[in-house]
């Protein structure tokens, strides 16, 4: 399978706990995005990377998020600290930048579920 | 504030029909506009997408209209199945800059057999 994989696809996390998430982009993909959704929404822009350089972060990113992208290949975004109000499922996508805006692929998301 | 707005929130559609969505936006510094298909506890699975150099974009029974003066895009989906319901997102992204996607809020679309 040579689509966006995120791991896990579920967690179900006490609060105030810490949750890390894990995206694996297509592999020649540079770019590498968060996005949160919740139920009956559509996915809001957390934040991007190209390579391994975080490029831009929404205001939605308090500082109990944090996402990194070491060497430029997967992604790990961490939520500290969690709230309920963190449920929702977090998609992450990558795209292959080049001069003008191109497709981004999903990935299938990871459920949050904060009790 | 909602950069793209989406209409219907929900859609029933008869097997066989034309399903419509519509999407309308202010800033005109967008440039990239796709429309995504959503299944339940799926992520969104890109469905066809379209710059503003062109009126229209068709890609088997998906078919995007865009009005640049209008500020307004729409999907048609003819011949709809019972397998197209899902939720539809239509999306924006600006020029020159990291090409965030801004979403609309979805349309639940329903193919009655």
């Known amino acids: 399978d040579t689509g966006v994989s995120q791991n896990p696809r579920h967690k179900i996390t006490k609060r105030g706990q810490n949750v890390t998430f894990r995206c694996d982009p297509i592999?020649?993909?540079?770019?590498l995005y968060w996005y949160r959704q919740t139920l009956g929404q559509g996915p809001e822009f957390l934040t991007y990377?190209?390579?391994?350089?975080?490029?831009?972060k929404s205001r939605l990113l308090s500082d109990r998020f944090s996402a990194e992208r070491p060497k430029g290949s997967f992604s790990t975004l961490e939520i500290q600290r969690t709230e309920q109000g963190d449920s929702a499922m977090y998609l992450c996508?990558?795209?292959?930048?080049?001069?003008?805006?191109?497709?981004?692929?999903f990935g299938p998301g990871t459920r949050l579920t904060v009790t | 504030q909602q950069q793209v707005k989406q209409s219907p929130q929900s859609l029933i559609v008869q097997k066989g029909g034309i399903s419509i969505i519509n999407c309308a936006y202010e800033?005109?510094?967008?440039?990239?506009f796709p429309w995504y298909q959503q299944f339940p506890g799926k992520g969104p699975a890109l469905l066809i997408a379209?710059?503003?150099?062109?009126s229209e974009k068709k890609e088997g029974r998906f078919t995007i209209s865009f009005n640049k003066s209008a500020k307004q895009f729409s999907l048609h989906i003819m011949d709809s199945q019972p397998g197209d319901s899902a939720t539809y997102f239509c999306?924006?992204?600006?020029?020159?800059?990291?090409?965030?996607?801004?979403f609309g809020t979805g349309t639940s679309l329903t193919v009655i057999p």
């Open positions: 996508a990558s795209s292959h930048h080049r001069d003008r805006t191109t497709e981004q692929y």
């Open positions: 379209i710059r503003p150099d062109v």
């Open positions: 990377f190209q390579n391994e350089a975080q490029l831009e």
């Open positions: 999306a924006a992204s600006p020029r020159n800059t990291g090409n965030q996607f801004y």
């Open positions: 592999s020649e993909h540079n770019r």
């Open positions: 800033n005109t510094a967008f440039d990239y």
